[in-house]
């Protein structure tokens, strides 16, 4: 027999059969490279733990503790600088309205009445003229239309949730 | 000790307790599979701390369906490779031993000092030999014989997949195999002066 399979055997380092394994040793003899590569087996094979100094959970433990303080920091500072920018825009975007309202209440509450009546009105106009499509869309849309935009709708969502789960679920390393 | 999956989901609803018991049973592996990716007692301590740390942080990640030594050694392997990615020249780990920083587990199958003595000696060669491969082949290789995992397992920690997993672990063997035989013929020319002249 060749070098070749020899090799082979060994750089895929499985069982071997007792047969296997005699006309390899009956190789090794002969073969530098092949036992070269059989004494790195061996070795691999020999398997010693390399183990942490005595302590190391306790070790972690102010690690962790540091790690957790830290965050506790950094969330603290997160709600000032949130609270901070909201205060900023409240004051940025109502600051003028309450100036008026404080200086003269009676103007500020109509301008009040008069923003919310306006409100009211755009949206009754809006649904007006909503409905007023829908009805002259209706006669122009063929009858089943509907469904089929609603199945189209429903085959797009499964297949973004399918996706999502599959994105979601293949990387498992933090 | 508890069961894993029930420390596991204990950690997962904030107790410091369980992840404890979980460091205490993983830190033996995490520590070693540094210690053979980066070489250095050190270096190999920060990151196994490293590791447990940043397990902490994803608890929430985890997949009950995996092993969690599985997922922790994956971790570890990433943030070594990583590491070593970063690190602009090698280092040498033979002295580590030396200094006493490394414990070793005990071989109870070892029959005499001088047979331990040798294998002790070819400990540290492979672990030098180590060094010299590619950090995802060197991690192929550790999770392989160190840590016992499957190829798929190996494939999954790496996110790899299985063929390249082979394909990693026969160039690792075949290099370790050439370096092996290199340091063979280094050795048996040093040794040559001192022998007696043949006449």
Known sequence: ?????????????????????????????????????????MALHT????????????????????WKKDQLRRQAMGTVVLVAAGLALLYAGAGPAMLQAV????????????????????????????????????????????????????????????????RLRAPQGA | ?????????QAQHGSDEAFTALVEAYQTHVYNLCYRMLGEAESAEDAAQ???????????????????????????????????????????????????????????????PELETVRREQREQMQGFLQQLNSVDR???????????????????LNLTVSAVKSRLHRARRELGDLWQEEGSRTNRARRPHESPAF
């Open chain 1, 1 to 41: 027999m060749n070098h070749q399979p020899f090799e082979d055997w060994l750089l895929e380092d499985e069982s071997l059969t007792i047969q296997q394994q005699r006309e390899l040793h009956a190789h090794l003899r002969s073969c530098t490279s092949c036992s070269a590569i059989a004494a790195s087996n």
């Open chain 1, 47 to 66: 398997k010693h733990l390399a183990i942490p100094l005595p302590g190391f959970t306790e070790r972690f433990q102010p690690r962790l503790a540091a």
């Open chain 1, 103 to 166: 200086r003269s209440p009676a103007a500020w509450m109509s301008n009040v009445a008069v923003y919310v009546l306006s409100v009211f009105t755009m949206a009754s106009v809006a649904g007006h003229v909503g409905s007023v499509l829908l009805r002259g869309l209706s006669g122009l849309i063929p009858p089943g239309a509907g469904w089929a935009v609603a199945a189209g709708g429903f085959s797009l969502g499964v297949l973004w949730a399918s996706m999502m789960r599959r």
């Open chain 2, 1 to 9: 000790m508890k069961d894993e999956r029930e420390l596991v989901a």
């Open chain 2, 50 to 112: 490293e590791t447990f740390l940043r397990a902490f942080q994803h608890i929430q990640r985890y997949d009950h369906g995996r092993p969690f030594g599985t997922w922790l050694l994956s971790i570890a392997a990433h943030y070594c490779i990583d590491r070593l990615r970063r690190r602009r020249f090698s280092l040498t780990s033979l002295d580590d031993d030396e200094a006493g920083r490394v414990l070793e587990l005990p071989d109870p199958a070892a029959p005499s």
């Open chain 2, 139 to 157: 991690a192929a290789i550790v999770l392989r014989y160190w840590n016992d995992c499957s190829e798929a397992e190996i494939a999954a920690a």
